[in-house]
């Protein structure tokens, strides 16, 4: 069976400096918010060239507190309008929502399933505040038009960043520095996964990465002393540990992913297939590779027939989920297309060579 991702194997790569770092972390006796935290900070600001980086709990307490952090400073109000793309994982949503913000459903395009950027400009209003730039499967959005749209009438640019890290927009900037602030999940299936849940903001706005810095801590910048009504959203010091470990590596995966994803989009010859936009840049990282199949059950079951593992990202579009019962009604035929029809295929930097050529040799015959 080809894994649609082995955990197990991408971290047993890392094993021995695993427990090296793990004996030092129990040695330490510090486990909340210690050194390894501090460098992992600074490592990943340095990597995504930002001025900060503030290690938390996980993605979705990243979107959170950067809405937060904005309404303490005053930039945000309750139900302010955030531009959200209609294709995203629900948490994109549960964010905005939890933060006491109003998301405005965008569709996306159906080249590169990221928010069509023809689209915001008619779904901007006076309420509207800010933009929720996700870099869906590991893809940069068009951020040249949404910084301008941006722009144009004073909103934020927030990115969703999690499943891009070390992704290069155009020729310099990478994702988590494109915007005002940035969001990262470190997910165990990510890119940059830890071994358990973690998130991180990174941003080059000093004022923000203050509130944020005391809101992940109970709201607290001294020992129990509390500026404002905070949260425990701390990133764990031993995950810190692990992740600085695998950041090192992180650019040859991403570029091992590239070259798999090469492959697909060049051998597989499968007029039933519909295959991913790619550019050849270094905006995508392939945290998936994902298809558009018409009958994705049979397509599905004919892989699992030869052993290939396949998910599917995401199989039901956020508004026609119960938890967002208020939007079922909204008309977004592209989205809708887009859940209906995707299939999501092995890629991980550890596939093998034989694997990659067993995928598109089924694939071709089916």
Known sequence: MIKFLDLHKINARFETQFHEQFQQFLNSGHYILGNQVAAFETNYANFCGTKHC????????????????????????????????????????????????????VEPELTTYNIATSEIEKHITAKTKAILAVHLYGQIADMSSINSFAKKHNLLVIEDAAQAHGAIYKTNKKAGN????????FYPAKNLGALGDGGAITTNNDALAKVIKKLRNYGSSKKYMHDSVGFNNRLDEIQAAFLNIKLQKLDEDNAKRREVAKR??????????????YNNSKNHVFHLFVILVDDRTGFINYLNTHEIETLIHYPVAPHKQEALKDFKSLKLPITELIHKNIVSLPISPVITTQEITQIIQIINTY
């Open 54 to 105: 503030i290690g938390v709990s996980n993605g979705l307490d990243a979107l959170i507190l950067i809405f937060k952090a904005y309404k303490e400073l005053g930039v945000l109000k309750e139900n302010d309008e955030i531009i959200v793309p209609a294709n995203t994982f629900i948490a994109s949503f549960f964010a905005v929502i939890h933060a006491g913000l109003k998301p405005v459903f």
């Open 264 to 277: 697909f989009i060049s051998e597989i010859k499968n007029k039933k297939v519909t295959l991913p936009f």
């Open 178 to 185: 494109l915007g005002d602030a940035a969001a990262f999940s």
